[in-house]
């Protein structure tokens, strides 16, 4: 039973981690959070039933066409509920990313409807391999090797590529960037699109695990948040990893203790944690000076 | 409160009392909503608003009301009148021990902070079921009797009313008194605010009880209306919910929780057609409330009926002379032997230094010697490695900043630090009290006119002629510097320090602040001043210290320090006479760079005007003058990284200063910015070949490569981070990084900045080198001396305008340069 809690585990792990390495590609680069990627997730998840189920589209061409739009989503969340107060030097970016993902949300409920639905089984749910005795679908593989490449290949686009270390300019020095010639603002709108993806391969990857409802995000969204806060949210490492310890932590405490002590011991090692370490397990202070 | 607002007041409760007589009883149902909500978002509105921290998970305070009343009330003998202030304390006890871990985290981290509490609270609820009921929640909670009658809706929503209007009157007197302005000025500067003495984790920890107790009331009272509660009567986003109603309302306003509160529970019920719609309605109100409105609607009333209000300004009526020198001893402030070091690197050792009473003592010394890092030692900021700081005997070292505010050494900062949201005299009365906060003060009014006309009168004190009453935020430069200089009087200090408080006056201001500067000191105050004005120094000092890379180089009155050779090598540069004579003819002819009538500068105020410079192709033009004298902001200018520009600049005879700074740097002009600002984590080759990044230089590799070979020291650490290397060598990738890009004009902004002697000359050989090749290059750089070593021609830039130009040699020999430095006659000596 264990074992499988871990695969378990590990699954939502590595989606967990995913979301919150969109929370950290906008933080790296904009000092900001996207709390509207709950929302984006589940969007990615919605439109990916969607066309595959009710409009009969191909998995191969739903797939893209769901990250796409979570990618223009992202976007526009950047342009009306963060640019605006970035410039202005308020902190309301928190609170207009909360009511963009909240009307999200309506706007999924009154077209999706309220009901959970199921994705229909596909190669993927009904193949398994068999570990030990237990049955792992191919989709539980699927999974982590799709969260830990995706945070390999975000390490090499931004080690490896000019395009990337001049991101990670951005975040080490705005201002030198700047005098390097360095679009920031581009910048800042494609490490949203970036995150908005990130999100949506997140949530179509969990749905056919789960059920595919509008409110899947939520919850999602905030125990992301919590794990990119546990990583330190200036460290992509660091958040996936976080996520990993998470995921498996939580199904842990669900297998042993039920799923209903879970969120009170997630939750309270959050907080404990930030009390120890205010800037998360692997993050580092700001340098103050005056 | 005026009679008027207490005849509205009246009749507004009175209109209630009649709607409550005639209404049925969803309708009183609705009101004792509203009134709920209203007085949680005035809980919400301690900690938001005046406390400036948000809260995304305060339903769990109500919960907790809602939830020890139902239960003490359902399982024990008490009764509701002793269970509802319970649970008021049970909820503000929570919002202590939250307040342990939300403390010690800002932004997005205290957002997260709250949510888990509000999650942990909502399944402990469902946990706890023995006590709660789970899931099921609790039922048949009793509604309130009061000797035998029992409450009915009629009743319920009357108590409501009273308590919502009890409420809103307490937060006015809260916001009015000292605790509500020391919240403030926490929110708007918590560093300001040690250095007036207060302790900001108490202040926020008050906020936080306050806030939570008030919604813990609050939620008590909505057990005591409702027949059951559950885990579902207090969702998530119900604490969204919260948010929305003190932000439409608007934030840190009396009124405002109120007003939002309205609209945020009777709109729907109004709209019900939305019922389906009403989170996304929520939503875009809330975005649009940000984006148009962010005080709320109650601030964007207040803004037009504020024109109404007449103008106050200072009288004068009580001796501040007399209330500084009452102060009672007259200590000196004693640093002995001080060391601090930082990443390794020693910013300050093993400094003797001493302010007297009723005396100027001055710091001066180059950029990076060590000045601002002495105030900050002395005023708490740092704390030593080692050595004393000792006033009257009581030694400081180690001390917090509020601390050492309350052991009365007051300070400014280099760039004003005010409480913005504040009016002019709000920032100075919080300052009056010097921290000191009891239990009385939580609801006594602070304009207590004996200390309002005491503020009134160290702003007259210290030259502010402005109204009271405007916001800090709006004050023009002049303005900043001296309402910080009259609040940081307020605490009565012994001593005042201040850091470059002359940064950004223009003549006649700086000379007024000398001026002030006398009385300060006259009244036995022991001033110690940070500057670079020369002119200032020496007119006002009673002793100068010179300090260079953290150490004293010298001591002494004005006038000897004007004609030290230790203090002239140290501030002109170092090696009077080299010349770094061209090798190669320098090319004639096309102008490159010119700016026409140019000017910049920030928040209103122009630094620099009516620039006129040229630069030919092949040129080395430098740009002197002392600090404050617009150096930065003409290369920022330059460069298209300000935006407040008059004028024009012209690149090949193109304007460019439209353009934006990729735009620019695509055309050719690169500036190497001061401080090196490369890029830490990224490797020397990276840092290098990202110069290339805008230009997309053909065989940019080849050429990284060529620039290695020209800097040995970077070529051996080619893989290094960045960030490891000296700060010679950091010096050297900042320019390896400009030149990468076969710049059109290649522009250095203070490239000594903080080197040590040697590699300053091995830098400017570079320099001399890169002109003898051909390159076109704007230097700028206080180091006058050494500048003009290399150049051909240069500026001499004064208070933001152009003194002087002319052939480098012809500068080298005119007095007029060192005169732009020190304030005096040239020293003798020949110095060609």
Not at chain 1, 125 to 135: D, Q
Not at chain 2, 96 to 122: C, D, N, Q, W
Not at chain 2, 377 to 388: A, I
Request: with cysteine.
């Amino acid at each position: 039973m264990l074992t499988s809690a871990v695969i378990t585990g590990l699954g939502l792990g590595s989606m967990y981690g995913l979301l919150a390495l969109g929370f950290h590609v906008t933080y790296a680069v904009s000092n900001t959070v996207n709390f509207a990627q709950g929302g984006t997730m589940m969007m990615g998840a919605v439109l990916a039933f969607t066309l595959s189920v009710t409009a009969g589209w191909p998995l191969l061409s739903a797939v893209p066409v769901a990250l796409v739009a979570c990618a223009l989503w992202s976007i526009l969340v950047e342009r009306v509920a963060v640019r605006p107060f970035v410039r202005r030097g308020s902190n309301s970016w928190l609170m207009a990313t909360v009511a963009l993902g909240i009307a999200l949300e309506n706007v999924a409920l009154f077209t999706f409807g309220r009901d959970p639905r199921g994705m229909p089984p596909n190669y993927l749910t009904t193949h398994f391999v068999v570990i030990g005795g237990l049955k792992i679908q191919y989709l539980q593989i699927l999974i982590p090797l799709v969260g830990l490449g995706l945070a390999l290949g975000l390490h090499a686009f931004f080690q490896h590529t000019r395009h990337g270390k001049a991101l990670l300019a951005v975040v080490q020095n705005a201002g030198a960037a700047r005098l390097m010639g360095i679009d920031v603002e581009r910048v800042t709108t494609l490490a949203f699109a970036l995150s908005g993806m990130l999100a949506g391969v997140a949530g179509i990857l969990v749905a056919p695990l789960f059920t595919v409802s509008s409110t899947m995000g939520t919850l999602f969204g905030i125990k992301a948040f919590a794990v990119a806060i546990l990583g330190g949210i200036g460290s992509a490492w660091g958040v996936v990893l976080a996520g990993l310890v998470y995921g498996v932590a939580e199904a842990f405490v669900t297998a042993c203790l039920g799923s209903t002590y879970t969120q009170i011991v997630s939750f309270s090692l959050v907080i404990a944690s930030l009390t120890v370490m205010p800037n998360g397990l692997f993050g580092r202070a700001g340098v103050r000076k005056v | 409160m005026s009679a008027t607002r207490v005849l509205v007041v009246g009749l507004a409760l009175a209109a209630l009392g009649v709607f409550i007589w005639r209404a049925d009883n969803y309708q009183l149902y609705l009101l004792a909503l509203v009134g709920l909500t209203a007085v949680v978002g005035v809980g919400l509105n301690v900690l938001l608003g005046l406390s400036g921290q948000i809260s995304l998970g305060h339903v769990a305070f109500y919960a907790i009301g809602a939830y020890v009343v139902a239960i003490l009330t359902t399982k024990t003998s008490i009764v509701f009148w002793l269970a509802w202030p319970l649970g008021g304390a049970a909820a503000g006890a929570a919002g202590a021990l939250l307040a342990v871990p939300a403390l010690r985290v800002r932004g997005p981290y205290l957002a997260m902070v709250t949510i888990a509490f509000g999650f942990i609270v909502e399944q402990g609820a469902v946990e706890w079921s023995g006590l709660t009921g789970g899931w099921n929640g609790l039922i048949g909670i009793p509604t309130p009797s009061l000797a035998g009658y029992k409450f009915a809706e009629r009743e319920i929503a009357f108590l409501v009313v009273i308590l919502t209007a009890v409420t809103v009157w307490l937060f006015a007197r809260l916001e009015a008194g000292p605790w509500g302005i020391a919240m403030r000025a926490v929110r708007d500067c918590e560093l300001a605010s040690q250095s007036i003495g207060l302790d900001p984790t108490v202040i926020r920890t008050v906020a936080f009880v306050i806030s939570a107790a008030v919604t813990g009331v609050a939620g008590g009272m909505f057990a005591a209306m409702s027949d059951f509660i559950s885990p579902e009567s207090f969702p998530f986003f119900q604490s969204i919910l919260f948010l929305l109603v003190v932000m439409i309302g608007g934030a840190d306003r009396v009124l405002g929780p109120l007003v939002g509160a309205i609209i945020v529970v009777l709109l729907p019920e109004l709209l019900s057609w939305l019922a389906q719609y009403r989170l996304l309605f929520v939503g875009l109100l809330l975005l649009v409330v940000l984006r148009l409105a962010p005080g709320g609607l109650v601030g964007m009333v207040t803004r037009f009926s504020r024109v109404r209000i007449k103008d106050r300004y200072p009288n004068a009526s009580r001796d501040v002379t007399a209330m500084l020198s009452a102060a009672g001893d007259r200590p000196s402030l004693v640093v002995r032997g001080v060391s601090v070091a930082f990443g390794g690197v020693k910013a300050v050792a093993n400094l003797t230094v001493a302010a007297e009473p009723s005396r100027i003592t001055s710091i001066i010394g180059p950029n990076g010697a060590g000045k601002s890092t002495v105030l900050n030692l002395v005023c708490g900021f740092y704390q030593p490695d080692e050595g004393s700081i000792r006033l009257a005997g009581r030694e400081l070292a180690g001390l917090s900043s509020d601390a050492v505010a309350r052991a009365r050494i007051a300070r400014t900062y280099q760039t004003s630090q005010l409480f913005g949201e504040l009016s002019v005299i709000d920032n100075v009365l919080v300052a009056l009290r010097r921290g000191r906060l009891g239990f009385r003060d939580l609801l006594t009014p602070h304009r207590d006119p004996e200390q309002t006309a005491l503020a009134q009168s160290l702003l007259a004190f210290v030259g502010y002629a402005g109204p009271l009453d405007r916001a800090a935020a709006a004050l023009a430069h002049v303005d900043r510097r001296l309402v910080e200089i009259a609040r940081a009087l307020a605490i009565a200090p012994k001593v005042l320090a201040l850091d470059e408080p002359a940064a950004g006056l223009d003549p006649g201001d700086t000379h007024k602040l000398g001026e002030l500067l006398q009385r300060i000191a006259a009244a036995g105050v022991a001033v110690l001043l940070v500057e670079h004005d020369m002119k200032l120094v020496m007119a006002v000092s009673d002793h100068v210290v010179v300090l260079d890379a953290g150490k004293k180089i010298a001591e002494g009155p004005p006038s000897d320090m004007q004609r030290d050779p230790v203090v002239l090598e140290a501030y002109l540069g170092a090696q009077l006479n080299i010349a770094r004579d061209r090798k190669t003819p320098r090319p004639t002819g096309n102008t490159i760079l010119a700016t026409k009538q140019l000017s910049a500068g920030y928040g209103g105020t122009d630094v620099i005007r009516r620039i006129d410079i040229e630069i030919e192709q092949g040129e080395l033009v430098a740009v002197l003058g002392a600090n404050g004298a617009g150096k930065s902001t003409l290369m920022a200018a330059l460069v298209g990284l300000n935006r407040q520009i008059g004028g024009s600049v012209l690149l090949r005879r193109q304007h460019i200063e439209l353009l934006s700074t990729s735009r620019i740097v695509a055309e050719g002009l690169v500036l190497v910015p001061e401080g090196r600002q490369v890029f830490p984590e990224l490797s020397v080759v990276d840092n290098i070949r990202l110069g290339a990044y805008r230009r997309s230089v053909a065989d940019a590799d080849v050429r990284c490569e060529r620039l290695l070979d020209r800097f040995p020291p970077l070529k051996l650490r080619r893989d290094q981070r960045a960030g490891l290397l000296s700060g010679g060598e950091q010096q050297m990738l900042a320019i390896a990084r400009g030149l990468i890009a076969q710049p059109e004009v290649l522009m250095l902004d203070e490239p000594s900045l903080g080197l040590a002697p040697m590699l300053v000359e091995n830098l400017y050989d570079l320099l001399a080198n890169l002109r003898d090749e051909g390159a076109t290059i704007l230097l700028v750089d206080q180091m006058a001396t050494l500048a003009l070593s290399v150049a051909d021609r240069a500026y001499v830039l004064q208070s933001g305008v152009i003194r002087q130009q002319g052939q480098a040699a012809h500068l080298r020999a005119n007095a007029a340069v060192v005169q732009a430095y020190l304030g005096a006659p040239e020293p003798a000596g020949d110095r060609t």
